[in-house]
């Protein structure tokens, strides 16, 4: 039982220490790159389903985009990005089409429900990997 709603959700992530500044890292990979995060990632028997989540009406990022496009053309990664940091509004899902290029689903309506439906459909197909 949360006893304080808004306290709980203001509160930082478990073992949080602070917003990371990677500034020192300019120009170490030319003059546009810079480090980026992925917000989780999970792996079963060598396939990855990495969650990116945005605010609505927030794009990918041109240089994250790059980077999620070239790990679903290595065919083991699967990559949601929720619109909506608090509760899902849109869920698009992305996958490997068999040339490699990307397959875009957009699952609507969503709910947390339905993310963990989608989630749990990715863990079953992974699980298969490993037999």
């Known amino acids: 039982m949360i006893n304080n709603q808004r306290l709980f959700?203001?509160?930082?992530?478990?073992g949080f220490d602070g917003l990371f500044e990677w500034d020192?890292?300019?120009g170490a990979f030319g003059p546009a790159i810079?480090?980026?995060d992925f917000d989780?990632?999970?792996e079963r028997h060598g396939q990855f389903l990495l969650y990116e989540t945005k605010?609505?009406?927030?794009?990918?990022?041109?240089?994250q985009l790059i980077t999620l496009e070239s790990l679903i053309?290595?065919?083991?990664?699967t990559v949601f990005i929720l619109h909506g940091k608090r509760q899902p509004k849109e869920l698009i899902?992305?996958?490997a089409n068999d040339d490699g290029s990307v397959c875009e689903r957009i699952v609507n309506p969503v709910s947390r429900r339905i993310v963990w439906d989608e989630s749990?459909?990715?863990?079953?197909?992974?699980?298969?990997?490993g037999n």
């Not at 959700?9 to 478990?14: L, S």
């Open 120 to 129: 749990y459909q990715w863990f079953q197909q992974a699980n298969t990997m």
């Open 24 to 26: 020192w890292l300019k």
């Open 9 to 14: 959700d203001g509160a930082k992530p478990a």
């Open 93 to 95: 899902i992305w996958t």
């Open 40 to 42: 989780a990632v999970v």
């Open 55 to 63: 605010h609505i009406g927030v794009p990918v990022p041109k240089g």
């Open 34 to 36: 810079m480090p980026m």
């Open 73 to 77: 053309k290595t065919k083991v990664w």
